[in-house]
């Protein structure tokens, strides 16, 4: 599932039948996702943490005892800040910019980072890459490497 699929994403509480608003970003740390940002019809933010929903076909499903939390920002990141975040090999050559994370469904961990070369790169490509997040190495200062060797059979 790439992760641009939740944003506008229902919120729905299945005992109730009720929605309760939709996804408006994903909060990410180090590329897991910590939780989902949801935009409630009077226009208040909520947070739910990872652990207190499920991801359905076309809507996300609040697990039963969670709730809407106040969402305080500080410290965390957003997927809208993390797209287009550079991409750099182990010998520091650019090898593109992030275009999406893949989330597993069941775990809701992420898989792989999807890698855009360009608008033109991808279109000669014919699609976008994607890196398993076992090959990608995230230091301080939330640059994101790529092991040579472990990519060097990806091309």
Known sequence: LKARSLLGMPIVVPARGEIVGMVCDLVIEEFDLKGLLVEEENGKVGFI?????????DAVLLNEGAGLKPYQGRGKSSYKDKMGETIFDSDGREIGRV??????????????????????????????????MNSIRVDGSDM???????????G
């Open 99 to 132: 275009s999406d994370l893949v989330i597993d469904e069941e775990t809701k961990g992420t898989i792989a980072v999807e890698i855009s070369g360009g608008v033109i790169q991808d279109f000669l490509a014919g699609r976008r890459e994607e890196i398993p």
């Open 144 to 154: 994101v490497v790529v092991e040579s060797e472990e990519r060097s059979g990806n």
């Open 49 to 57: 943490e990872q652990e207190g929903f499920s991801i359905g076909e």
